[in-house]
């Protein structure tokens, strides 16, 4: 995932039909409870999808597959390979449709050339380009650093920033510990770097890797520009790189680096999102999805973020049908396209979306990693919407969910409108930003159990929407 | 941990005192709420516990230390070695006292050779004896393998078993969310396996790694004999060459390997638990213990199993310390000795106890591996206890627990009688199994901030333990 923090609010309205249809299951919003023959019933099948689910790890060897396509940055070559994958995989599963939607998204590349050398130590620095980033010239940018902790302190520095790089030296605060909130915290010095620094004539810009892992591996992530400003080449120091860099200039305020990058942006490419659906039984027209991106940075192979969340989400459809489960509801799995620079799959799937005057009725969206399964965030204005998806805990259990709390559900399917609730998987999070938009990204950091009961507390709550809201 | 499902069931009565003080502070067993501000003061210790924990990482620097030390099989010098270990380290803490408790504990011993071969293929299998298995003679013993399931079909197979080796081929079923729940199912093969077919004539015994990963490690853990039934070789095979092995046997049922183990016991040796603690403020005569084993087993470096249980025990102490925070009650941190092949230390740890009059109220055990926090399971008779337990959750969630449920403590503070409440930590156990008594079980798979918020929500706990029972 990436900027979570950023994502919409959503405007939201509860279409009256749906509150009626509410209003006549339940009488009280403060004490919501299941009844105890649908919780068995339900149970029964969460018992179903939970077994099926870890014991055949369907989603974990497609995963495996996936990743061997290698990591797929939107625009590029393999990332259209991976929507070729998804598409003819889909295909073979039995849906009602399976079917590709079209985005223009940004293409931008790496390039071959990436360093950043300490000049009088003749050091070398692990460094990656932040995504979006322009290159330098071919000799690279030669000029001092100056280090700084965050925007506060560019601010009050900002008359010693001409002609300087400006590096970043900020850590994700262990002490917390939510590690999405953490990195939400500093996230900024890579977003916006560039444009605070090159505001006061810096032509360079070096961030600290926003890790949780304090090892070497640079990890990156996209970064902004405005036409006003002067654009200027940015990159991601390694976690123990940055530390030495910080000793080094403590040891020579006036230490000089040479940064080069070769990194470009070519014109929009054409990409899809990746969809297919299983129609509902009763209420055909009324839509619940459930995602995740399938764009990756191009480090790594995006097996956490987020090629996790997608084949969650389609094996999530292909469990109703290995279980023969017949959802009253329509069930849509979708692939997003360039979440990661650009959201450009979400805006046109919420585009043609209410262009086609489709009932969206709920939406989850899977983007923090395949890891153990702990919660939902609900993203609802409806208390009594809440307090529903809250009577389901008894039956969530089952596949190893404690709790429904209100937050966002994912900068996606959080840009869908008109739903009653949009959701977002919640696993362990300790482990998350140790891979993160880096090489430490790999399939060998998933595990089956893990990935495999996420997918099923997916399943769980996507029948739950479907039959129950 | 070892046999979990066999902790003896405690026999427990709530001394008069504390049932008449914790009634004077609740009114109804139903509707128990800590008040807000108490709520509100605790959070904010639990806050500067969680916080403390995560970003200093003592506790993970400590197990570095202890695993350096090497495996700690009962008995043997690592053993020792690390016993001397803990009782100097904990000296340079500060607390009020440091002290060993000796006792006497089986003394087994691998030997140099281990063997396991399929004679007509010339193929060696991965093999590890079970702890305590007596060896086989110099040659090995050569005969054919007849394969079980479980004791089910050994029994109806019995009269098949005469002169050859039984082979358990049984996995801990993968279709379970709770792996601890997979584990008991199947133990008894390792267990058992030997006097259940010794029964019937055979002469030795493999199983198929107890594990929930499918490589080709073998695991390791205690059997045990009877005097009156012969004494017969058993080991482990990993994995993959066990599923290797029983595709052979499909071919060729009357295949035959030869098997080798040098393994011996020698005589029961000393060895000590290692305990420290802090005087309670108010009431230093009301015991608190949380504790891990020391010991572990002859392979790997017992970092999960128990490792990370011992020092997060430990920092619960360190904690306080550092913090300022002086409990009422005294908290006492113990290393168990011999948890994995005899329960010597837990045994003797709690015969002192209660020749010297102690008054212990409440104990804490972690030994389910150093993963993210979920819950904590409580072992008592009494219902109030349980409900303020569980009243306390607003401020254990500061620290990542999600609930409290009833269950089982662990193997060694299990047998420590009279107290209000035997509580066992619960972490996510998806991967522990993957690990557990193998040379997995390394530094390396303990992550530092799964660890440490472990570690202060244990502490958070004892805390409310010792001013609020």
């Known amino acids: 995932m990436t900027e979570y923090n950023r994502s919409e609010k959503i405007s939201w309205f509860l279409p009256a039909a749906l509150f009626l249809l509410m209003l006549s299951n339940y009488t009280s919003a403060q004490t919501i409870n299941m009844d105890s023959i649908k919780i068995q019933n339900y149970s029964n099948v969460a018992g179903q999808i939970v077994t099926t689910a870890l014991k055949e790890r369907k989603g974990y060897e497609l995963l495996r597959e996936l990743c061997m396509i290698g990591p797929r940055l939107s625009g590029s070559k393999n990332s259209l390979e991976a929507i070729n994958w998804a598409f003819e995989k889909m295909k073979t599963f039995g849906f009602d449709s399976v079917w590709l939607q079209p985005a223009m998204v940004p293409h931008w590349e790496r390039g071959d050339t990436e360093s950043c050398t300490i000049i009088n130590e003749n050091k070398n620095l692990s460094v990656l380009a932040l995504g979006g980033s322009v290159s330098t ?197 979708v692939f997003f396209i360039n979440e990661e620079n650009g959201s450009r799959g979400a805006r046109e799937y919420e585009k043609i979306a209410e262009q086609s005057g489709e009932k969206h009725i709920a939406a989850i969206e899977s983007d923090r990693g395949g890891f153990t399964p702990e919660g939902f965030y609900v993203d609802t204005d409806s208390s009594l919407v809440f307090d529903i998806l809250q009577s389901w805990l008894p039956v969530l259990e089952k596949a190893g969910i404690s709790w429904i709390k209100k937050g966002g559900s994912g900068s996606d399917v959080g840009k869908i409108k008109n739903t009653a609730a949009l959701i977002g998987y919640v696993p362990d999070d300790q482990k998350y930003f140790d891979f993160h938009h880096s090489d430490n990204d790999v399939f060998e950091e998933v595990h089956p159990r893990e990935l495999e009961l996420g997918t099923a507390a997916i399943t769980v709550l996507t029948y739950l929407l479907s039959e129950e809201l």
């Not at 990194?263 to 990409?271: H, I, N, V, W």
């Not at 009763?282 to 192979?301: A, C, R, T």
Request: negative net charge; charged residues 30%; aromatic residues 8%.
């Open 137 to 333: 010239s071919e000799e690279g940018i030669t000029a001092e650093v100056i280090e700084v902790k965050d925007f506060d302190e560019l601010e009050k520095r900002k008359d010693e920033l001409k002609d300087k790089i400006v590096f970043f030296n900020n850590t994700i605060d262990a002490g917390l510990v939510d590690t999405f909130s953490g990195y939400g915290k500093i996230v900024k010095q890579r977003t916006e770097g560039a444009i605070e620094s090159a505001k006061y004539g810096a032509v360079g810009v070096l961030i600290k890797s926003i890790t949780t892992k304090y090892d070497n591996v640079p990890h990156t992530g996209v970064m902004s520009y405005v036409d006003s400003i002067p654009k200027i080449p940015s990159a991601a120091l390694g976690f123990q790189d940055a530390e030495y860099l910080s000793k080094e200039i403590k040891n020579n305020p006036h230490l000089k680096i040479n940064f080069k990058l070769s990194c470009k942006t070519l014109p929009d490419a054409k990409s899809y999102n990746v969809i297919c659906e299983i129609k509902g039984s009763e209420k055909p027209n009324e839509i619940i999805v459930v995602g995740g991106h399938l764009d990756s940075w191009d480090v790594g192979y995006g097996a956490h973020d987020d090629g996790a969340g997608c084949i969650q989400s389609l094996e999530v459809l292909d469990l109703f049908k290995r279980l023969n489960i017949k959802p009253k509801r329509t069930i849509r799995c």
